[in-house]
């Protein structure tokens, strides 16, 4: 049987009586980060998808290609 992890709330650190910064458990602003770059992926690609598909013949693309 699995335990559930207790959940940490975030502390809120004050500077001059105005919130200034915040302290997460390392697993939570991990997963904020995943979902951050998920998101951008998503525009990203919704993004890419508004404009045209352009297509090229094989041998072009091949020709760019650096020779290793």
């Known amino acids: 049987m699995k335990t559930r992890k207790k959940k940490i709330t ?3 650190v004050f500077r001059q009586g105005r919130p200034a910064a915040v302290i997460l458990d390392i697993e939570e602003y991990r997963e904020l980060l995943e979902r951050l ?3 951008e992926d998503l525009k990203m690609l919704a993004a890419m998808r508004k404009k045209p598909l352009k297509f090229r013949k094989l ?3 091949l020709k760019e290609l650096p020779s290793v």
Request: charged share 45%; no cysteine; hydrophobic share 45%.
């Open 10 to 12: 975030p502390e809120i």
């Open 37 to 39: 770059e998920d998101a």
């Open 59 to 61: 041998a072009d693309f």
